[in-house]
């Protein structure tokens, strides 16, 4: 079975600095994609980052940036020179192989994270 | 702009009512469609997998007949909670599947409130 935890229920920055997101997961499959999306009080899903099981190269995103650590299990979110609008509820997800190109996403608990002026 | 439309984001009604809401894929076509239920300050829960053409696959524990959906077309895929009570007041969100390594675009949501 497929899981992913996020232990952060809450995390607070200040604003301009870093920070970072954990996510850890669990599987099976050799195969997998992991995501972050972002979700504002609004409540749309905004997709930030994707991260390859093959891919040997952590990804980026402009301020986003994915640290990627196979053999932990680990698929950290780093935020860089964070700003007030970066508040929101960030969720890490998996998605499962298989299911030919659209296989679902399983989602973490989210992490809150509230950036102070 | 957005790649996944759902409607409505937002529904008021009595307890019994049946409520229907919709998503659209705007430039692609999706054959699978992922139907999402969130509680506040909780993760998004999936409900079913809507299939384009067949049988909706519901996760465990949702029920078939309460949570009817169809898919009739490569654009549209439709949840309708049937004679909604206000344990089914809830954050509804759908999203839509597209090829391997991309991510799913997602709707931007409905808020259910049954009275």
């Known amino acids: 079975a497929q899981k992913i935890t996020q232990t952060q229920p809450g995390m607070f920055v200040q604003e301009k600095e870093a920070v970072t997101l954990d996510c850890t997961y669990d599987?099976?499959?050799?195969?997998?994609?992991l995501f972050w999306y972002k979700q504002p009080s609004s409540g749309e899903m905004i997709f930030l980052i994707y991260q390859g099981s093959y891919d040997e190269q952590n990804a980026t995103e402009g301020r986003y940036s994915l640290n990627f650590q196979k053999a932990r299990k680990s698929a950290n979110l780093v935020i860089s020179a964070s700003q007030l609008g970066d508040s929101a509820m960030y969720f890490c997800?998996?998605?499962?192989?298989?299911?030919?190109?659209?296989?679902?996403?399983?989602f973490g608990q989210g992490t809150t994270l509230q950036v102070k002026p | 702009g957005a790649v996944v439309s759902q409607h409505p984001s937002r529904v008021i009604c009595k307890s019994g009512t049946s409520v229907k809401i919709e998503c659209r894929s705007l430039d692609f076509q999706a054959t699978t469609m992922f139907w999402y239920r969130q509680f506040p300050k909780q993760s998004l829960m999936l409900m079913a997998t809507s299939n384009e053409g067949s049988k909706a696959t519901y996760e465990q524990g949702v029920e078939k007949d309460k949570f009817l959906i169809n898919h009739a077309s490569l654009t549209l895929s439709t949840l309708t909670v049937t004679s909604a009570h206000p344990e089914d007041s809830s954050f509804y969100i759908c999203s839509a599947g597209n090829p391997a390594n991309q991510p799913q675009h997602f709707g931007d949501g409905t808020r259910l409130s049954i009275l």
């Open positions: 599987t099976s499959d050799q195969s997998y994609g």
């Open positions: 997800a998996m998605r499962e192989q298989g299911s030919g190109n659209t296989g679902k996403l399983i």
